[in-house]
């Protein structure tokens, strides 16, 4: 008698075991095994993390479901070194409790590879075995030739040889702290590192899918040289060639449908359909622009596409701001003019997404929001607007994800966060989305749109009034609490929300509206306020709380969200027909 014991993958994904006591067979009992292990490899890669579009809103879809990344990032150095591992359960805890679900972690090419050829996993593997107890995911942030548009987080042995792994120059010669973009050892290197960190994941999360997505590099472009391209000789002799066909093949292809500013560019230029790089883009800092996001975009390529093959999470790419009418940060960066290049170059990154620290923050989300480009802000400020902009992120635009950096006012290193993460605007808002998540995800992508975000940023004047048509009804808001200043010169307090509001179509003549710090009007011609109460969300369903009057004949609603701190406030309303239209 002989018991077999099998071990399968559920429907989540979850592993289970179960054991038969049979009489069987030693061949018998590999027969069954090999029978039962094609169903449970499709299961397992029916479970990898992808997107998919619902309602033409992309999604991230996890064990299956839509998944909606209420993230934070940790600081670059906080966890990067062995001597990090014994914080980081704490850490993880203190993030747990914040309702967060997501974390996005570094994990650098100089803590992987230390020595070249030998490689360290107890990061990666640490960090996935305590995420997966905590039922957390991970956003892998991987630190490689490019951090910042330099070479910050690369290992020594690669900094210090600067014949193998040559940087980008200047126009008068002068090296730059960065990897010229064109420097093959480079990427080869970078690869075989990824590959390798990209095998430990699916070795140690095969079957749990902690980590559901990659950055391959960070912030990625050229630094120092900024208005200019690369000067080493490689690059020179590129810059005099060609450009490539599959670049010049999308332009063509896809004139008239470019993005604007790639468009002006191609068609000042002469709108050739080839020739160099100057003679189709022009010499300016245009074209060296384009010049470079092109081979930046192929060295991500060759690291990204590498790993992909290992593991086949989706994959992003990030962008360091300048200014909307100059956006990009180190030259050659996935920045929003020129994601066009970005879509030829880049193909296994599904997204080109904004780390946004300026004030406009509408503004730069927008900028993002075109050409089918998927919305994640995986960095943003950690002060009082992180609560307005993750409503912003999801509402307005269908984000995937909302991130901020740090997460605490102040604080520069996160070692200190278990230690004051205990209430924040933040932490209040990720858990009534926590609770809300299955209806903000069935609304997403929805047209006309059922989900609708007012929220003041630091660029618009105090007293704007913003306004919608929303289903038959004009909705006005205006906060009621502006930015301010304290004695000293600075923001205001952080525990000061400036306002934002959000409404979500519950039913016909039904809206639920949510936020603090502003006044919200609803009005509609023959049409009367029939309920307005206060509640909460409650293991996903609404529960009214406290019923508010309803004042007879009333022309227009107004909801006044509340101005307390350490409040926020849900107020349903819903209306009848005083008389026929």
Known sequence: MKYIAIKRISENGRTRSCCFRVPVSWS????VAGVLALPSLQARAAQMPRLKKNHGAWQLMVDGKPFLM????????VYEAPRDRSGLEAMLDAYKDYALNTLLVPVSWRSLEPKEGTFDFQM????????????????????????NGGLHYAPSWVIQDRQRFFRATRPNGRETYAISPFCR?????????????????????????????????NETGCQEIDETRDHCPTADKAWDAPVPDDLMKYVANHDGQLIEWLQKVWTDAGKKSSGTWPQVFGEGSDGQK??????????????????????????????????????GGPIGGPDFQVMDIFRVTTPSAFACVPDIYQENFKDWVAAFDQKDNPILIPEARSDARAAQQSWYTYFQHDGLLFSPYLLVPGESDQKAVPLHLTWSNLKMSYEVIAEMEDLILGKQGLRPRELLCFQLDKADKSD?????????????????RGFGKLSDGTDTQPTETPGFAVVVKMAPDDFLVIGKTMKVVFQRNNYRLKVREKGRFRDHQWVAEQPLE??????????ALTEEPKSLDLVRIKFEKSRPE
């Open 550 to 559: 309803v004042l007879p004949g009333e022309t227009e609603t107004l909801i």
């Open 124 to 147: 990666i593997d640490t960090l996935i075995e305590q995420c997966q107890k905590r039922d957390l995911r991970v956003v892998v942030l991987w630190f490689g030739a490019i951090k």
């Open 185 to 217: 050892a480079a990427w080869e290197a970078d690869r075989g590192a990824f590959i390798k960190l990209m095998e430990r994941i699916r070795q140690k999360d095969a079957d749990q899918y902690t980590v559901i997505m990659i950055q391959p590099e």
């Open 28 to 31: 018998a009992i590999l027969l």
């Open 290 to 327: 384009i010049f470079m996001s092109y081979f930046i975009g192929r060295f991500i390529e060759q690291v990204a596409s590498a790993g992909k093959a290992i593991h086949p999470l989706p994959m992003f790419i990030n962008d360091w701001l300048g200014g909307l009418d100059s956006p």
């Open 70 to 77: 209420r993230g934070g990032e940790f600081s670059n150095n």
């Open 464 to 480: 704007t009034t913003f306004k919608a048509e929303f289903h038959g009804y004009k909705v006005a808001a205006q906060a009621t």
